[in-house]
């Protein structure tokens, strides 16, 4: 800076060529910008501005141009605060002090929070007037901030807490002392902010006790320090139970065979309605899971005990077909027909059943599957059905699959079979194929057949569902329905995407062998 100031034209500013400035001018310069303390000099009316090397930091990028300015350009943004000050100690020849003044600074093209602890003196001229001040200051801004700091932290993080219903603890493992706020004594049902340590672990559930503290001494391991996480029950005075969760990080000290943990700190939540609500709905699982088995057992008994009946039906219903056909008249014939189609209907429903249950009770056999084999198959099974309703399939190349052969068939003839049927007043096409993901195969079969309004895509893979009367599509109502079984038993998942009046598409996932 003093060769800065030895190079300034100060013939263009109000103080002049620097060999007309006065002596007490001359030697506060001198000082100032000898000096390693942070100083600046405002002289004359228009308070010329010039400070030292240690003071240029503080102007931020208004350094190097404040030198040889009015102070009131400078600091224009401060100075309704500053300014006042300045005019007072020249006006009653007294000198100032502030500690942490806070001003709000752009000084790099950005509003900041800046402090400064100044000092500001009268400086006379030759004539023994006030010709300008000499301000010593240090900037404190990074202290006073990084104080802050902890206050901020300790603010954001008790907001934190309470909105997430969570309390916070201190554990120091030297003094085996327990410091908690009060969200933790609302759930312990302690009093004060501190206690023993041994006073807390006594609420602990004898059962629980071992296993909480033996993550504990993990966490605190100096060697190999493990993050403190556990649930555990507490025991309160009035002997009822809390279900605990507690998660920590322990802070150590030292270096080797010296290193030791000097605290352990983290937060604890009640989670006692949590666990009751997950328990209620592991009941209702268990019991939904025993009514399904149970139904899914009911299912393929009933079904295979209705099974020999309806064939002796049948059996006589042809019978009489073929030996008193010609003699039965009106009535006879139509009743006749009456009992081959419902004996044809309750066959149906019954294999239907039967293949529903078989899913359920029969067990995946996984395999490696040439997913093209199977549809090849199906296809060729369906292929009177298909030619029959001048319907066309087309088959892109699938891929190899992890998966039961045999259930995955019965999907694809599910799905191929209701494309064939609701074909509206248009020859059905239907494309079968596949893509690929990271994790999962998704294949779709497509049609462009009648179509399915949003309102029914998720009701149409419950059982016996049935969106059209029997008069108008025949079939039980259970084919999706066992398609949704077999994915899932898979690990997949099944959906639909349509329009009525323009097809339908129907996506199947199978997940790929980890």
């Known amino acids: 800076m003093a060769e800065r100031v030895r190079a300034f034209d100060w013939s263009q500013t109000a103080l002049g060529p620097m060999a007309t400035w006065p002596q007490n001018l001359r030697s506060a310069v001198q000082i100032c910008l000898t000096s390693r303390f942070p100083m600046f000099i405002w002289w004359g009316s228009q308070l010329i501005n010039i400070y030292n090397d ?19 350009e400078v600091w224009r943004e401060a100075w309704p605060v500053i300014g006042p000050e300045a005019e007072g100690v020249m006006r009653t020849d007294r000198a100032t002090w502030h500690e942490r003044l806070p ?46 700091v ?34 933790y004594k609302q759930i312990f049902g ?44 507490i025991v309160l005075d009035d002997q009822s139970i809390r ?10 000290k030292g270096a080797g065979s ?69 003699s039965l008249k009106g009535d006879g014939e139509k009743y006749l027909q009456f009992i081959m189609e419902g004996v044809n209907r309750m066959r149906a429903l019954i294999n239907d059943l039967l293949a529903y249950s078989r899913v359920s ?58 494309a064939v049927k609701f074909h509206g007043e248009r020859n059905s096409q239907i494309r079968v194929s596949a893509n690929e993901t990271n994790h999962e195969w998704i294949f779709w079969v497509s049609d462009n057949g009648i179509g399915i309004a949003p309102e029914y895509f998720e009701r149409i893979f419950i059982i016996f569902q049935r969106l059209h009367t029997i008069d108008e599509y025949s079939g039980t109502g259970i084919g999706l329905a ?17 329009e009525v009046g323009k097809g339908s598409t129907f996506y199947f996932s199978i997940l790929k062998p980890k």
């Open 54 to 72: 240690a003071f240029a930091p503080s102007l931020g990028r208004r350094h190097p141009w404040a030198l040889g300015s009015p102070a009131h």
């Open 103 to 148: 001003l709000l600074l752009y000084r790099n093209d950005v509003a900041e929070e800046a402090y400064f602890t100044w000092s500001i003196s009268p400086l006379e001229d030759d004539q023994g007037k006030i010709g300008g001040i000499l301000c010593v200051a240090t900037e404190e801004s990074a202290r006073v901030l990084a104080e802050r």
């Open 150 to 183: 902890p206050d901020h932290l300790a603010e954001q993080r008790q907001l934190a807490l309470d909105a997430a219903n969570m309390g916070w603890w201190h554990y120091d493992p030297i003094t085996r002392v327990a410091s908690f706020d009060e969200r």
């Open 190 to 233: 302690v009093a004060g902010h501190q206690r023993s340590n041994d006073e807390i672990l006594k609420r602990i559930h004898p059962d629980d006790l071992p296993g909480v503290w033996a993550r504990v001494e993990a966490a605190l391991d100096p060697q190999n320090p493990k993050p403190y996480s556990a649930q555990y029950r």
């Open 243 to 252: 279900w605990i969760e507690a998660h920590g990080l322990a802070n150590f």
């Open 258 to 326: 010296e290193r030791h943990a000097i605290t352990l700190v983290g937060t604890v939540a009640d989670i006692t309605d949590q666990k009751r609500a997950a328990e209620a709905m592991k009941q209702q699982a268990d019991e939904l899971a025993r009514s399904n088995s149970e139904l899914d057992r009911f299912a393929y008994v009933a079904s295979h005990d209705l099974q020999e009946p309806m064939r002796t039906v049948h059996s006589f219903a042809q019978l009489l077909q073929r030996r008193c056909g010609e």
């Open 361 to 418: 009770t029969h067990p995946v056999a996984f395999t490696t599957v040439n997913a093209m084999d199977v549809c090849r198959v199906v296809v060729q099974t369906l292929h009177a059905t298909i030619e029959s309703n001048h319907a066309s399939v087309t088959v892109d190349r699938l891929p190899m699959v992890h998966g039961d052969a045999t259930q995955l068939g019965q999907v694809f003839q599910n799905l191929i079979a209701n």
């Open 482 to 498: 066992i398609c949704k079984k077999i994915v899932e038993r898979h690990g997949g998942r099944i959906w639909v995407e349509s």
